[in-house]
């Protein structure tokens, strides 16, 4: 009989002294399953696909080989990721060790002032950490070479390929020389990552630490089959319960917007992150909920991956998401870091296709909750903003028949980060 293994330490990984005792110093002690199994071999300058659930680690999983390579050998590391919230939550993260080897870093997002990002090149930053559109603005006003760039990260590519970034993608990859180290990283590993793969990695490594569509296991998923007219008022019974902070998830932004003005309405502090919100709202808006200003976050997909925030005790899927996969990522806020979490999902009556779809990914049935009895009173009951709300319904017209499933098409027009 074998004996059980030790707990893995940092450093058994190869990172230099100066990264140990900062880890120390922030009381990172035990590496991540990603983490264990990737620095070594980033850090040797292999090519690396790493397929890791989201709220594993994968940003100290590239950031730290990146940061001690560039340390060694000069030269610029760049990161591309879907959403200017992901960008800025890399750049926090790798804020706690760049600095202390002189690496500076930069952000390129859409919706801040490419003459303040020009200004920003001026300084030469090593680490370049960008979205797709903006990073083509620079190339293609020349403001911005790429020749420099030793190691490229793709983060959370999947999410890139679904939002419709293919061609970004390919064009930036014209611009990177082709001596490079390439790490790719992914929850899930459609046959449009494994192309790009094929065609502009040289040998990668594939990481596989949970199978595709594998969710965090401490948490509990519940599901309420509920009438469309009824869901505002379930979710005002279910902030009433639940005391902690929540996340809310909406399929639109129109939705979103038409959620929090509802909640405010009726005394809960909710910020919104969606597409039609500035980068400074949005930026604000999760530092609210980070901080405690705001006790629920409403948002849309594009925050699915992008909210970095510990100890999210419930997230709702007001609607289910266009994709599977997507399901995975919004419940992946809570249960982080090994917490215990909770996510509950509301799916209409003549959504049964969809919650399978789910359940076919994640290998496992939701469990399904009954509603309230008092959910089941008229609508008169509720409170006025809710009543308003109910008059004005949050979705949109009905969408064609195919919605509700998998899309990774290249061909989508990308939404602009």
Known sequence: MSEPHAPSSFSTLGLAPAFLEILDKKKFTVPTPIQQKSIPVAIEGKDLIGIAQTGTGKTFAFGLPMIQRLNAQGGRGLIIVPTRELAYQVEESLAQFAPHFRIGTAVFVGGASMNLQRRMLKSNPRILIATPGRLMDHLKQKTITLREVKI??????????????????????????????????????????????????????????????????????????????????????????????????????????????????????????????SLAQRREALEGFKNGKYRILIATDIAARGIDVTGISLVINYDLPDNPEDYVHRIGRTGRAGLVGRAISFASPDQSGDIRAIERLIRNPLKRTALPKHITAEVESLPKPFKEHHKQPLHLPRTPKHHGRARHSSTRRPHRS
């Open 152 to 277: 490229l990260v793709l983060d959370e590519a999947d999410r890139m390929l679904d939002m419709g970034f293919a061609p970004q993608i390919l064009e930036i990859l014209k611009h990177v020389p082709k001596e490079r180290q390439t790490l790719l990283f992914s929850a899930t590993m459609p046959a449009s990552i494994l192309k790009i793969a094929n065609t502009h990695m040289q040998l990668p490594l594939r990481i596989e630490v949970a199978p595709q569509g594998t969710t965090a296991e401490r948490i509990e998923q519940e599901l309420f089959i509920v009438p469309k007219q009824s869901k505002m008022q379930l979710l005002a019974s279910l902030l009433q319960e639940n005391k902690g902070t929540i996340l809310v998830f909406s399929r639109t932004k129109h939705g979103a917007k038409k959620m929090t003005r509802t909640l405010k309405a009726t005394g809960h502090t909710a910020g919104e992150i969606h597409a039609n919100r």
